[in-house]
């Protein structure tokens, strides 16, 4: 597996699950997120590993509501990190946005200030999450815990493959949440404020670029939230997804 | 995690979950196992987490193909071997059938000789491929490893959880394969002789039992088997999918 081909057909999804095994060797990525991982893998795999069409438009919305929030949080765990931190880093800036790390399994200092070294050394000035001490209403063990500078204080927070009980727990809590889920069946999707159905390492940068666009344009952003509706977006995936899987069925 | 709530909605996949990783722990599941097994439980999320229908139909014809075999062997790895050691050794008695080692990320003595042992403890008489000499043509590196008297020598294998690779080699080598993957678009399923895309925790046990509702009807196995069209089965189980997942995006 080191050594992967430049013309293997699916080089880049073997360079991905490169970096999260090479996380879990370094301390990076918790125990779980291989598993996490191969969830993500095998969802983008019918999505054809490509961003669909509807979710270029759900992209451009939530670039809009990200630069609409008063206090926007990005929520980075270890996956996203191995995976995407330059452009995390990037979009960041470009919100401009707080990061901060949150790791639920094997919650250790030593992972929180990992995570935070790679943000930095792409970098990120400011890294918050580390030791945080302030909590999320009605949640219990690690995944509670959160920055009183960072998504205590967030208006929207951007929920990288995390969990469906944080989701919740932030949208009670009284916060905006734009998640990034492959699962087009996930309550994570379903909770969310507004579901990203995409892999992170193609729609981050979309992402950037999207608020690159819609900056100065506020007219725009205010169509574009006015008109959202997450219902809609999560049935116009699972859609786009089943008429892809109808096709190849026929062709099968 | 280690506490799986009995009332948890997917308890069950949260145990299979907990299996890998403590396997990973131990050394028995390789570093890519949990990615690959996280790639199951995604498509198998798709299928609700049960055998469809059309499936049990093919889980019959492998019984047939299983019982007519002259020296059928069942390939296991890491994570079945973590998943189901109980029903893969009932199910090798039932047929009969060799069982067989073979872990090709990885590769040590250590981790065979574990999987053999963990099989021994379920009641395993013989575990074939511990430092296996005999060689699949045209594959390399540790994929390339069989045992002269178990694939080496068999007419049919039952292979588990594998790779595309070695499914398509073995086929090429002469050989009978039922693979069993949820992937319902994967090479594997479809280079394979019969695909069973199942969970391999439901079907294992669904096999054994068809092998012994068979095991005296020598004419329905001829049936079954002259009926067999793997191309048909790939294409029924995506079809069942599509449709499962429409009825899910009229519903959201």
Redesign the interface.
């Known amino acids: 597996?080191s050594d992967i081909p430049e013309n293997h057909p699916r080089a880049l999804s073997l360079t991905y699950?490169k970096l999260?095994?090479d996380g879990?060797?370094s301390g990076l990525v918790a125990?779980?997120g291989?598993?996490?991982?191969?969830?993500?893998?095998?969802?983008d795999?019918?999505l054809g590993e490509e961003t669909l069409p509807c979710v270029l438009d759900d992209i451009e919305t939530a670039a809009a509501l990200l630069l609409e929030a008063e206090y926007p949080v990005i929520s980075v765990n270890g996956n996203s990190a191995v995976l995407a931190p330059e452009s995390l880093v990037s979009l960041a800036r470009a919100i401009p946005a707080k990061l901060e790390v949150n790791v639920f399994?094997g919650r250790t200092f030593d992972r929180e200030k990992m995570i935070s070294d790679l943000l930095k050394s792409k970098g990120a000035e400011e890294v918050l999450g580390i030791n945080a001490s302030a909590k999320v209403p009605n949640l219990f063990s690690a995944r509670q815990h959160v920055d009183k500078e960072g998504m205590a204080k967030a208006d929207l927070v951007l929920v990288l493959l995390e969990d469906g009980d944080r989701t919740k727990a932030l949208i009670d809590w009284g916060k905006k949440v734009i998640s990034v889920d492959l699962?087009?069946?996930s309550r994570t999707g379903k909770d969310a404020t507004l579901n990203i159905c995409d892999n992170i390492v193609r729609c981050v940068p979309l992402l950037e670029k999207a608020v690159t666009e819609l900056r100065d344009d506020k007219a725009k952003r205010s169509k574009l939230i006015q008109e959202m509706n997450n219902?809609k977006t999560?049935?116009r995936v699972?859609?786009a997804?089943?008429e892809r899987?109808?096709k190849?069925?026929e062709e099968?």
């Not at 291989?34 to 969802?43: K, Q, T, W």
């Open positions: 597996m699950r999260i095994e879990v060797e125990k779980a291989p598993i996490a991982h191969g969830r993500g893998e095998a969802f795999y019918l399994y699962n087009p069946l219902k999560c049935s699972l859609k997804i089943v899987l109808g190849l069925a099968a």
